[in-house]
């Protein structure tokens, strides 16, 4: 079934969960309405503001088939192990969205941290998922909406009031179709109560020629004064379809750093939605994206200042070559009572080929008049005087261009704080660009 018959296919699949106990009556109701939702309403178009520049027509054509447990299991800890560094703390492997344990480790872990998964929450009966399922449907979109009616597992994480987890806690997300298309819907929750603390790191990867569609949501709620420091790794392979949500709520003096390295995927997508709902909150996003050949890399981001005093900050680079095309959609408001808000919001592009496309849109909404508030955006090019300096300093033509690349992008991996997924994401980016590494069509 293509994705524009998707939701009476799918609902046929659910019709007998009802029946067999699988899933809590809240959460089977909550599916139905995402499926009647988008079977109302369909997927994008360019017509909705927030699609325009992504062509959803590639990924609404192929007959996706829902991941099963069992069309993962050619998965091996080499595969995970190859895709994403080890970082030695808690790690939770999911291949196809579904839980491999086989794969995973759950040690090492403080009193206070709960670190599980998504599917085994709802086998214990517990509705504490259930305010995540609840909103109206297609509150976000119809992707988000997909993803409620699909998802059956995922990481969750719960740290109580005043739990510090040092190790970072690592979610890897693997695609393995087998020759046949398929759609995950991994879905993520993360609760910090007060004072907690804790790195999260996802990593999303897949197998060369492998044809499939991760639709993921990743929700965080942080509580007074907690902290999350976030990472997102997106490496699928170019055959493949990423299109995912971060959703955040922040409390009072809560602290949230997220940092994306989008490298991999045909079209994909990092949508992320911030609502700073507590005085003092304070965000800071930070992304990299580096398509080519025919890659798009589409970022959308929403940040919602809706308390006194808060912060957002948003750094985005993109290096652009081959006929790749990159999108920054940044939206900013400021709501009427949220005086004393501090939001930066930039956006640098370098783009190597003529035939290369960047969409950038950073926008600011403001609805009162204490504010210290600032956005901008810039596209260029290639400095030629620094390549033609670097050459008569005896640097080869290619090795001179990767240096200056690499140079417009390193402040964005310098921020990765962590050492061990800082020197995997090196080489990745530094050889980026090299003539012999582009992919056909570049």
Known sequence: MTLTR?????????????????DPEWLVDAR??????VGQHGFPTHKDEDWKYTALAPILAVPFEAATVASGSRVTAEMIDAAAVDLGGPRLVFVNGHFA????????????????????????GSDRLEPFFSHAPGEHHAFAAFNDALAEDGAFIHLTSGAIVDEPIQFVFFS?????????????????????????????????????????????????DAQIEHYKVQLEPVTAFHLALLDVRQGRN??????????????AR????????????????????????????????????????CTSHQLYKGVLDGRGHGVFNGHIMVRHDADGTDANQKNKNLILSDRAEVDTRPRLEIYTDDVKCTHGAAVGQMDEEALLYLQTRGIPLEEAR?????????????????????????????????????PVGA
């Open 6 to 22: 998707a939701a009476g296919g799918v609902l046929a699949g659910l019709e007998p969960q009802q029946g067999s106990g699988r």
């Open 32 to 37: 139905l309405n995402a499926l009647q939702w």
């Open 101 to 124: 344990p086989e794969l995973s480790r759950l040690t090492g872990l403080p009193s206070g941290a709960v670190v599980t998964t998504l599917a085994a929450v709802l086998t214990a």
């Open 176 to 224: 393995n179709a087998g020759g046949v298309p398929l759609i995950s819907s991994p879905r993520s929750v993360i609760i910090a109560d007060s004072g907690s603390r804790a790195t999260i790191v996802e990593t999303y990867a897949g197998i060369d020629g492998d044809v499939y569609l991760t639709n993921a949501v990743t929700e965080f709620v942080l509580a007074d």
């Open 254 to 267: 809560s602290r949230l750093t997220s940092r994306s390295v989008m490298l991999g995927a045909s079209i």
């Open 270 to 309: 990092h949508e992320v939605r911030v609502l700073l709902d507590g005085v003092g909150a304070e965000v800071s996003l930070d992304g990299v994206y580096l398509p080519q050949g025919d890659q798009l890399h589409d970022n959308t981001i929403f940040i919602d200042h809706a308390a006194t005093n």
């Open 402 to 438: 990767g240096l200056l690349i690499y140079a417009f992008v390193h402040e964005m991996v310098d921020r990765i704080d962590i050492a061990p997924l800082r020197t995997q994401l090196e080489p990745l980016v530094a050889g980026r660009f090299r003539k012999d590494d582009r």
